[in-house]
Nanobody
Framework: QVQLVESGGGLVQAGGSLRLSCAASGSISSINVMGWYRQAPGKQRELVAI???????NYTASVKGRFTVSRDNAKNTWYLQMNSLKPEDTAVYYC??????WGQGTQVTVSS
């Protein structure tokens, strides 16, 4: 069983930065894909960024150039660095491992 624990959300002004963390414990495959999703009130959950165990990354268009996904293999921890935040980035952010395990979610609120 795998558990994901997220941290790092909060309230920030537009233009500010936050770094989300997703720490995994349990039996983690060496071949994996970590996805960061977000869900704003009244909207569907959307994929924001992914990173594979091979280091490949991909981002949704609205966050390209502002968000960076990374990982620390030694710590089994993944990160989502969010810069130049906008009010429309306000959402609950979730990490997801291998389309199977979800973190508990962390609220990100960007004020204008």
């Amino acid at each position: 069983q795998v558990q994901l624990v997220e941290s790092g959300g909060g309230l920030v002004q537009a233009g500010g930065s936050l770094r989300l963390s997703c720490a995994a414990s349990g039996s983690i495959s060496s071949i994996n894909v970590m996805g960061w999703y977000r869900q704003a009130p009244g909207k569907q959950r959307e994929l924001v960024a992914i990173i594979t165990s091979g280091g490949s990354t991909n981002y949704t268009a609205s966050v390209k150039g502002r968000f960076t996904v990374s990982r620390d293999n030694a710590k089994n921890t993944w990160y989502l660095q969010m810069n130049s935040l906008k009010p429309e980035d306000t959402a609950v952010y979730y990490c997801n491992l291998n389309m199977r395990y979800w973190g508990q979610g962390t609220q990100v609120t960007v004020s204008s």
